[in-house]
C-alpha cells in the first residue's frame, strides 16, 4: 500500500485531489485508523485510463542493504521484554523497536495482530518472526528487524507447540523486500552456531557477530 502523499507524486496532482478521488469512488483505498492508504496497482491503472505518465517510486534505496546484523543493530536487540500474553509481549516489543514513528505505531500493531489470527508465526524452538501481512509502504522506508527476548515464555500456538520467548519483529515497505528478508532469516536459524547463540540469549555484541558471520556463509 502507498500513502495519499504518494500517490499524488505518482498522479502529480496535490493530495487535496487524491481525496477527492477516493470521496468520488474513482480510486479505491483502505482506511486505517484516520489514514487512507491505496493498493499501487490501482493508482496506475488510473493512470493508464487518463493517459498520463506513470512515475514510478525509486526502491533502489530500500533493497540496498539486507545485511540482517545491520537492520538488528539499527532496529535494536532487546531483552527482558515484558508480556504474560501473545499480544502485550508483541506490542511491548514492537514499541521498542528504533525508527518507527509513534503516531503509525498502533496501525502496525494491528496489522502484526491479523497475521497472528491468520496463522501463529511461531517457527520452533521458541522463536516466532511476528511480521504484518501486507506491504507497509506508507509507514515506513526502509524495512526493519529487531529481536526481542521476553522474561519468560508464553503461549504462542507454535508449528512446534513449545513456547515463545524470542521474536524477531519484521517490518518490511513491500513484498520483495519482506521475502528476502524472511528467507535470509529462515537460513540463519537453521546456521547450527548462529542459532545456538540466538537461543541462548548472548550479548547483543556476541549475537551481532553471529549473525555477520552466517551471513557470510549465507554469500550475502
Known amino acids: ?29 483502505h482506511r486505517l485508523g484516520k489514514q487512507y492508504y491505496l493498493e499501487r496497482n490501482e493508482v496506475t491503472n488510473f493512470m493508464a485510463e487518463t493517459g498520463k505518465p ?6 533502489a534505496e530500500i533493497e540496498a542493504d539486507l545485511h540482517l546484523s545491520d537492520m538488528l543493530a539499527r532496529a535494536g536487540i532487546y531483552y527482558n521484554v ?6 502485550t509481549a508483541l506490542h511491548n516489543a514492537l514499541s521498542l523497536i528504533k525508527g518507527i514513528d509513534l503516531k503509525v505505531m498502533e496501525p502496525i500493531f494491528q496489522m502484526f495482530l491479523s497475521r497472528e489470527e491468520l496463522a501463529s508465526t511461531g517457527v520452533g524452538n521458541g522463536i516466532a518472526i511476528p511480521h504484518a501481512r501486507g506491504t507497509l509502504v506508507g509507514y515506513i522506508n526502509q524495512p526493519l528487524l529487531s529481536l526481542s527476548f521476553l522474561d519468560h515464555p508464553i503461549e504462542y500456538d507454535a508449528i512446534d507447540g513449545k513456547p515463545v520467548e524470542i521474536l524477531f519483529l519484521l517490518i518490511s515497505p513491500n513484498v520483495q523486500t519482506h521475502l528476502r528478508i524472511l528467507a535470509k532469516l529462515a537460513y540463519l536459524l537453521q546456521d547450527p552456531q548462529c542459532r545456538e547463540t540466538i537461543i541462548n540469549k548472548a550479548p547483543q555484541e556476541t549475537i551481532l557477530a553471529a549473525i555477520a558471520l552466517a551471513e557470510k556463509r549465507f554469500g550475502k
Open 1 to 29: 500500500m502507498i500513502s495519499v502523499k504518494e500517490a499524488a507524486d505518482i498522479l502529480g496532482v496535490s493530495p487535496k485531489k487524491v481525496y477527492q478521488l477516493i470521496d468520488q469512488g474513482r480510486l479505491p483505498s
Open 54 to 59: 506513470v512515475v514510478e517510486v525509486n526502491q
Open 82 to 87: 515484558a508480556g504474560d500474553t501473545k499480544t
